[in-house]
């Protein structure tokens, strides 16, 4: 079962929940963790494992071979990101704004864009007993991270597809990084915080879980700071609160060491308790 | 035409909460972007009124007409995005994940694929509370321009306050370290940092402020929740001084943070004593942007 751990507004815990709800379910399942907030990949600051492999991930860029150039223009003409220009006696490209599409260079009539692999960040796997931890970091400068997002996700569905649990770590926002994450998952538990800024982002984000048509519900951390709104916008809109967490001074402390929390504290563990209870009536529900 | 941007890389530190209430000390002196705009929240503290919107168009997305689809597969076999796929009655495309590339639209054998651009956002050019004007959006869900939507709400601010004569743009910049963060700091003069002495927050401010060193922008840092961990508030204090970023505040774990906000107020609007915390810091903001710029 895939479930993703999103949220709209950042800093409302995804990287806590993904964490501690992945090492708590490993005490009695099989569970793989990816980390998918590939611009500030921060799982691993909080689960430790064992490296098992690392490599280099990589985009295909064109590249102009001037040997066989026409300087014809197709290659400009077809691309719609402006990362390909003939200016005078040359072809320019601009890696960074290159979607990788292909076309200037399978469109190219004298084959003069190759396809280049240029390095655009580093996927790490871990082990931690039965757990099992996917990260990805893209490199500074590099602009896109969709493309190592979908990369990281192909793996970890190839190497870990037969996990009882596979949690995703999803990207902030309601933009392309976090579709790409959310549209796949069996479940998305979407964390938020009952301020004012926490509830707006949340409104968004159940809006884009609506469009996408996945399974949502939703986790209020730091409760007892704030207010009830949140709680009242998920009665008025029949969404499941899953569970609370709540706002501890402590929490935030163990946090800022990249400690678990559940294992010291015992509302975090009761919390996950509740989230497992939760994944499973709704594992029943879609198979039946 | 001075332009301030706030950042954090991780979420949740007090960017936002900082940012407006920079913006309410500097009254009528800046005009405000909200550049987070995939979570545009500061609306929410400064009163906005919406008086003037623009739609905001999105590259493009291959539509295909099925009436004229002969099923053939050809698009489906160059789009390198996975977005097409067979119905029964002709190839879809999947809009979430078609990149606007616009290749299978060229090699169609029957001119099936149109190109439409879509509607993906609402740009607002509003007056605030402070006596001034703010630009922020919003984005449609799913969308994939944000980064020019950022670019589209930092040259709108800066042509609004061209028009207003004020000399001064302070932004409310995106997370992370990719397309919209870069837009949002093209062209900055200043950039302040807001972080938090948590693994992940030192984590997250190393690496966003090595793309701020690739822009050779100056910078300034404001350490929130300063007392959570002494160990690593060093580590940043350390960080700070090796690459000559301004120290420009810690600000102690304070809830009132969260209470101006159930308020709809900015922290100084809220608490006389981070009023004081939050004015030095500002200050020393504009003491060091004027320094900078008569170098």
């Given at each position: ?9 950042g800093?409302?815990g ?44 990589f ?10 150039c ?44 190759p ?16 757990l ?45 990084p976090?579709?790409?994450?959310t549209?796949e998952?069996?479940?998305v538990i ?17 809006e ?22 949140v ?20 929490i ?12 010291s504290?015992?509302?975090v ?5 509740k ?13 039946s | 035409?001075?332009?301030i941007?706030v ?14 209430s ?24 400064l ?5 003037s ?24 076999q ?55 004007k ?5 984005l449609?869900?799913?969308a ?31 997370p992370?370290i ?24 030192l ?17 300034g ?31 102690p774990?304070?809830?009132e ?7 709809g ?6 608490d ?5 915390t ?18």
């Amino acid at each position: 079962m895939k479930i993703a751990i999103a949220s709209g507004k950042g800093g409302t815990g995804k990287t806590t929940l993904s964490t501690n709800l992945a090492v708590y379910l490993s005490e009695s399942a099989r569970v793989a963790l990816g980390d998918l907030d590939v611009e500030e990949p921060n799982s691993g600051l909080y689960v430790q494992g064992e490296e098992i492999e690392r490599h280099d991930k990589f985009k295909y860029v064109p590249r102009w071979n001037p040997a066989q150039c026409d300087l014809c223009g197709t290659c400009q003409l077809v691309c719609n990101f402006n990362a390909v220009l003939k200016l005078g006696q040359q072809i320019m490209v601009f890696p960074e704004l290159c979607h990788g599409c292909y076309a200037c260079s399978e469109l190219c009539p004298t084959g003069s864009l190759p396809m280049i692999p240029q390095k655009m960040g580093e996927l790490t796997v871990f082990r931690r007993g039965p757990l099992d931890f996917v990260e990805s970091q893209l490199n500074i400068g590099e602009e896109q991270a969709v493309p190592l997002i979908k990369q990281t996700l192909k793996q970890m569905n190839g190497s870990f597809g037969d996990r009882e649990y596979l949690i995703y770590d999803s990207p902030p926002g309601t933009s392309c990084p976090v579709i790409e994450v959310t549209k796949e998952a069996d479940l998305v538990i979407l964390v938020t915080e009952p301020t004012p800024f926490g509830l707006h982002d949340l409104k968004l984000a159940v809006e884009t879980m609506r469009e996408l048509g996945v399974e949502f519900g939703v986790v209020i951390n730091r409760h007892g700071l704030g207010d009830d709104r949140v709680e009242r916008y998920c009665a008025e809109q029949s969404i499941d609160i899953i569970t609370t967490i709540p706002n501890h001074r402590k929490i935030a402390e163990l946090y800022s060491r990249g400690e678990l929390l559940y294992p010291s504290i015992p509302e975090v563990k009761n919390a996950l308790e509740k989230i497992r209870l939760y994944i499973l009536e709704r594992r029943k529900e879609s198979r039946s | 035409m001075k332009e301030i941007v706030v950042i954090s890389g991780k979420g949740g530190t007090g960017k936002t909460s900082l940012t407006a209430s920079f913006a309410v000390l500097a009254g009528g002196e800046t005009v405000v972007a909200d550049c987070d705009v995939d979570a545009a929240d500061m609306h929410l503290l400064l009163e906005p009124d919406f008086s003037s919107r623009e739609e905001f168009f999105s590259g493009e997305v291959a539509v295909i007409d099925p009436d004229i689809c002969t099923n053939c597969g050809i698009c489906r076999q160059v789009c390198r995005f996975d977005a097409i796929s067979v119905s029964e009655r002709s190839h879809i495309v999947a809009p979430l994940s078609c990149e606007g590339c616009g290749y299978c639209a060229r090699v169609c054998p029957v001119q099936a694929i149109s190109n439409n651009s879509e509607q993906v956002g609402e740009l607002y050019v509003s007056s605030i509370k402070t006596d001034t004007k703010m630009v922020h959006a919003a984005l449609k869900i799913g969308a994939d321009n944000s980064g020019k939507l950022v670019a589209r709400v930092k040259n709108e601010a800066k042509s609004v306050a061209e028009e207003l004569g004020k000399a001064m743009v302070l932004v409310d910049g995106s997370p992370g370290i990719g397309c919209p963060v870069v837009s949002s700091l093209s062209g900055a003069s200043f950039v302040v940092l807001v972080t938090e002495p948590t693994v992940s927050g030192l984590h997250d401010l190393k690496r966003v402020y090595q793309l701020v060193k690739k822009f050779k922008i100056p910078a300034g840092c404001v350490v929130n929740k300063a007392d959570l961990n002494p160990q690593i508030l060093q580590e940043i204090e350390t960080l700070l001084q090796d690459e000559q970023i301004h120290y420009l505040a810690k600000i102690p774990y304070n809830e009132e943070f969260t209470a101006a906000m159930t308020n709809g107020k900015t922290v100084v609007e809220w608490d006389q004593n981070l009023r004081q915390t939050v004015s030095e810091t500002w200050q020393q903001v504009l003491k060091i942007l004027e320094s900078e710029t008569k170098e």
